[in-house]
């Protein structure tokens, strides 16, 4: 069992950073995967970003080159860096963790809203 809390959520104006937290409730050193996805209302939830146990990191397209995922296992945290927002990156952002025997762990999300 993995518990993950978000952080780091708010409304920012467009252009602006936002930087987001995910703390899990134990080591994620042999976590196979993490990852950010991010649901808008009236849309479903996307990928945003993965990181796997190596270091390997995936994006979606709409936003290679604007946030950044990382992975601090010393401290059980992944991080989502978020530059140049955009209002349609507007939504609620999750946390994902896939442990060795395939199990999905979600956290219970935080709110990012991006003005124009």
Do not use: H
């Amino acid at each position: 069992q993995v518990q993950l809390v978000e952080s780091g959520g708010g409304l920012v104006q467009a252009g602006g950073s936002l930087r987001l937290s995910c703390v899990a409730s134990r080591s994620i050193f042999s976590i196979n995967a993490m990852g950010w996805y991010r649901q808008a209302p009236g849309k479903q939830r996307e990928l945003v970003a993965t990181i796997r146990s190596g270091g390997s990191t995936n994006s979606a397209d709409s936003v290679k080159g604007r946030f950044t995922i990382s992975r601090d296992n010393a401290k059980n945290t992944v991080y989502l860096q978020m530059t140049s927002l955009k209002p349609e990156d507007t939504a609620v952002y999750y946390c994902n963790a896939e442990d060795a025997l395939g199990y999905n762990y979600w956290g219970q999300g935080t709110q990012v809203t991006v003005s124009s």
